[in-house]
């Protein structure tokens, strides 16, 4: 027992030392002061990326070396950390260093939710479903300044994302420092006896780190095929492979989820599909004029293989970097997002809506109306009844009694109503409101009838209410003037109303 102890001891102590040798090698600096860059927040409201937007999530001034970064997305596609593609500039350039989509950066590739813990990332799944946290110890010097976006490439919005970096301020950098890169490729199928080509790098750097996800197309063996890498132009590779798991450090083929410090299996094997990995930090490959790494598609029983590949390469070189192959379109089928994330939000929920209540929108009409609050100026209770799903009333100064009030000019027959939430857009379903009620009066002022009352959460009658929107067709007709939306609890999160359209059917 006590040997163990002791191995353990040593093997953390051997870590630490490489950890910080890495650290301290890759720009050669001591550090001044460090400063925390964060972009999760805007007083009470969060930074959301629309679908098929492209945000920028951190900006920070240089000279600097970034020593941590961490994210997080709230989305309700399971796959979202497929979809989302996280690019990084330095300086002035203006194409990326790094591009690659947001869980193949951090190790585990088709958009999966893995526990994964290596020494240079890690990902836990928090929160619930989608909610992973990411961090990346990756150390990422730059020059005059650093960029970070996220492209959202999936049909819905990202409701909350949060970036942080961690990086210290230099007074300069070495002239020679070398650059962070990272770079994801797909090749669909691979041809067969041909190659697949990891990485393409001309100029001066190291090579340090490989995710790979395998997408079995075929049957039979396919693990023998190895990687060869080719340094500075060579035409036989100087550091020939003898198989695929030989090189992740596995041996006799892949077998479970396994996470160790340099290499380990992230994913799989599942369902025909896996991602592994490997960081060369104690033997980083180093190139003075190209790097070329390849991994060969081949089964010991059934010779050459087509299979669908796809990875992540990671290095450090002096720029100017070669230009990235542009990103595929995004592959639903890769990914296996279910069929109602693979279209609009509204076209989505336009094949789930049942028929409204008798007559029309009423709200529509609408000129007089009062609210409890709201929280922007392009957030009124106006924007819930402007037959615009895209826009919001957002309620957050009268927490304790969200209502808006509308006034139909004239008794009208009323024989329904529509209440539409965030999610019918593509928004969290978590923000969409739990529990409301809905008032009559012949005046603003009142006095006020409840004639509906809805908790889809509590409601026995209501055991797979959606969330999206409450189409309710009243048992008879009413006759009324004005009418109140009340939310009485407006969502697991926190206390804050949002109402993308309240509709009024009627004659």
């Not at 029983?301 to 720029?319: H, N």
Request: hydrophobic residues 35%; proline residues 7%.
């Amino acid at each position: 027992m006590r040997n163990d102890k002791l191995f353990q001891y040593i093997k953390t102590i051997i870590f630490i030392w490489l950890g910080a040798s890495f650290a301290m090698s890759q720009s050669e600096i001591n550090p001044h002061y460090s400063i925390r860059a964060s972009q999760s927040r805007r007083a009470a409201n969060v930074l959301a990326i629309p679908s098929g937007k492209e945000a920028v999530v951190g900006e920070m001034d240089g000279p600097a070396v970034i020593r941590h970064i961490w994210m997080t997305a709230q989305s309700d596609i399971p796959q979202i950390q497929g979809l989302l593609t996280l690019r990084a500039y330095w300086d002035d350039e203006t194409s990326p260093s790094v591009e690659v989509p947001l869980g193949d950066f951090f190790g585990v590739g088709f958009g999966q939710e893995r526990n994964m813990k290596s020494a240079m990332s890690e990902m836990f799944p928090a929160g619930g479903e989608n909610h992973s946290a990411l961090n990346c110890y990756w150390q990422m010097p730059f020059f005059k300044k650093a960029r970070f976006t996220i492209e959202n490439r999936s049909t819905r919005a990202v409701s909350l994302f949060f970036f942080q970096a961690d990086y210290e301020k230099m007074e300069a950098l070495p002239p020679n420092t070398a650059l962070f890169h990272a770079q994801w490729r797909r090749e669909n199928p691979v041809r067969r006896g041909a190659p697949y080509t990891i990485i393409e790098a001309t100029g001066e750097g190291h090579y340090v780190g490989t995710v790979m996800n395998y997408r079995l197309l075929e049957s039979g063996a396919w693990v023998e095929g190895g990687n060869d890498v080719y340094i500075d132009g060579e035409s036989k590779p100087n550091l020939p492979g003898t198989g695929a798991e030989d090189y992740f450090g596995f041996a006799w083929g892949f077998r479970t989820e396994e996470n160790a410090h340099w290499h380990g299996t992230s994913f799989g094997p599942e369902n025909d599909r896996m991602s592994t990995y490997r960081w060369h930090i104690p033997d980083p490959i180093r190139f003075k004029k190209s790097l070329r790494m390849t991994m060969r598609c081949h089964g010991y029983d059934v010779g050459d293989r087509s299979d669908d590949y796809s990875s992540v390469a990671f290095w450090y070189q002096k720029e100017p970097h070669a230009p990235f192959p542009k990103l595929p379109p995004v592959d639903y089928d890769y990914l296996d997002v279910a069929k109602e994330f693979r279209i609009p939000p509204l076209e989505a929920m336009k094949q789930k809506m049942p028929e409204p209540p008798k007559g029309r929108n009423l709200a529509l009409d609408v000129k007089v109306w009062r609210e409890s609050g709201h929280n922007d100026p392009d957030q009124t209770g106006a924007m819930a009844f402007d037959g615009d799903p895209q826009t919001k009333w957002c309620e957050i100064t009268n927490p304790e009694a969200h209502w808006l009030a509308l006034d139909l000019n004239t008794e009208r027959t009323i024989n329904g109503f529509i209440l539409k939430c965030p999610s019918f857009i593509g928004d969290a379903s978590g923000y969409d409101a739990v529990a409301f009620s809905i008032d009559a009066a012949p005046s603003l002022d009142g006095p006020w009838k409840n004639i509906v009352e809805l908790d889809r959460l509590n409601d026995a009658e209501l055991p797979e209410a959606p969330s999206a929107f409450q189409v309710i067709k009243l048992d008879a007709p009413l006759l009324a003037r004005c009418v109140r939306l009340n939310i009485t609890k407006s969502c697991p999160f926190d206390s804050i109303a949002r109402i993308q359209e309240f509709e009024i059917w009627g004659e």
